[in-house]
Nanobody
Framework: QVQLVESGGGLVQAGGSLRLACTAS????????MNWFRQPPGKQRELVAD???????DYADSVKGRFTISRDNAKMTGYLQMNNLKPEDSAVYYC??????WGQGTQITISS
């Protein structure tokens, strides 16, 4: 069974940067699109960014120009580079493979 393990969360000041990583345990990583979602406290989970198997990215309007999604199929790892972070970016961030395999989530807290 494929599992996704996320890393890179934490606490950072507004304006700072973080990079999340999502590593798959199985070889199917390269054949599915990958997504990053987030769930702020008391709110619904929302799509932040996704990337096709060919590497074409797409972003939510709220993060365009600040976040960059990428993937390294050889390493079976996806990334979310987050720059110019804002307090409203605080949430639990989840990676997903194909929309049906999910990571455990990692907490991001941005202090003002």
């Amino acid at each position: 069974q494929v599992q996704l393990v996320e890393s890179g969360g934490g606490l950072v000041q507004a304006g700072g940067s973080l990079r999340l990583a999502c590593t798959a345990s199985g070889s199917i990583f390269s054949i599915y699109p990958m997504n990053w979602f987030r769930q702020p406290p008391g709110k619904q989970r929302e799509l932040v960014a996704d990337i096709t198997t060919a590497g074409r990215p797409d972003y939510a309007d709220s993060v365009k120009g600040r976040f960059t999604i990428s993937r390294d199929n050889a390493k079976m790892t996806g990334y979310l580079q987050m720059n110019n972070l804002k307090p409203e970016d605080s949430a639990v961030y989840y990676c997903s493979l194909g929309g049906f395999i999910w990571g455990q989530g990692t907490q991001i807290t941005i202090s003002s």
